[in-house]
């Protein structure tokens, strides 16, 4: 496989703190200079979140403004993906900094369960994130948390609600949600390749199954996403000591399968976003 690795890193994420491991970054200080580093060590997109000073999510497009002004100055080309997710807020909310136009935002667009609640994503407020999307011409990375929001991304590209071609980011391992399940995971490539042909994907898996998904993906030609929001260890006995260091991890595993590593501008051309 020839095809240049994306590696996208989940910086922090809404739940992660420091008691969990204290190099999770919370501050925007702490999270450009964590950005810095897994950039350095292969990372071309960073899935942010934005946290208050109790380390408590946030959906603060002021929050949003600075960390993007620091990752624009500290990491030049990087792509800067900011989440919609529903933890940081409610409703439209969760698209207040959307209006910031960063070149990509995450995009749930269905629903399903969570640990210990439901992650609602009701049609309409679905429909207004990407439509606002659309409005700041910002790609969005779908978050397929189940089958059926592949299929729904495909519908929606379809009718216009989606410009271009998806990018398809499976989620697997989340707690009573789609466990990480070797069979399934072929099946998501085989229904994105026979729905999407020639549509970018990757993967992402929580906890232990960070490092399963990693392998999994980049052995099948996806991209990765790894970082701290998912996971703070290396291993059941040892805490990552950075963002860098699961990075340079998921580096590793793509010299084992002769990939190379996404430049900025590489992982921009693929992904179909405009130049830097």
């Known amino acids: ?17 420091k008691a969990n491991n204290p190099a999770v970054p919370i501050s925007v ?16 997109i960073c899935h942010a979140h934005v946290r208050n000073a109790d380390e408590t999510p946030s959906s603060d497009p002021d929050k949003f403004a600075a960390l993007q002004e620091g990752l624009k100055k500290h990491c030049p080309g990087l792509i800067i993906q900011f989440s919609t997710g529903g933890r940081s807020g409610a409703g439209q909310a969760r698209g207040a900094m959307l209006s910031l136009r960063p070149d990509m935002a995450s995009l749930s667009v269905g629903s399903n369960n969570f640990p210990t609640r439901v992650y609602e994503n009701p049609p309409d407020l ?35 609600r989606i410009k271009d071609t998806p990018y398809i980011q499976f989620v697997m391992g989340v707690k009573n949600a789609m466990p990480a399940d070797k069979h399934v995971f072929d099946y998501y490539v085989e229904t994105v390749n026979r729905l999407l ?19 999994w993906s980049i052995a099948a030609g996806g991209h990765a996403r790894t970082g701290m929001e998912d996971n703070v260890r290396l291993d059941r006995d040892t805490l990552a000591p950075s963002n860098a260091a699961l990075v340079k991890r998921a580096v590793e595993i793509a010299e084992k399968h002769d990939r190379p590593i996404a430049t900025p501008a590489q992982a921009r051309a693929l992904l179909g976003l405009r130049a830097a």
């Open 1 to 17: 496989m020839t095809t240049p690795l994306i590696i996208c890193c989940a910086i922090t994420g809404s739940l992660p703190t």
């Open 29 to 44: 200080s702490e999270q450009v200079e964590s950005m810095h580093e897994a950039f350095e060590a292969g990372a071309t």
């Open 126 to 160: 679905v429909d207004w994130l990407a439509s606002e999307m659309l409005t700041y011409d910002i790609k969005p990375e779908v978050e397929a948390f189940d089958l059926s929001h592949i299929l729904q991304a495909v519908k929606m590209q379809a009718d216009g």
């Open 197 to 215: 042909p020639g549509a970018p994907w990757c993967a992402a898996g929580i906890g232990v199954q960070q490092l399963v998904l990693n392998e």
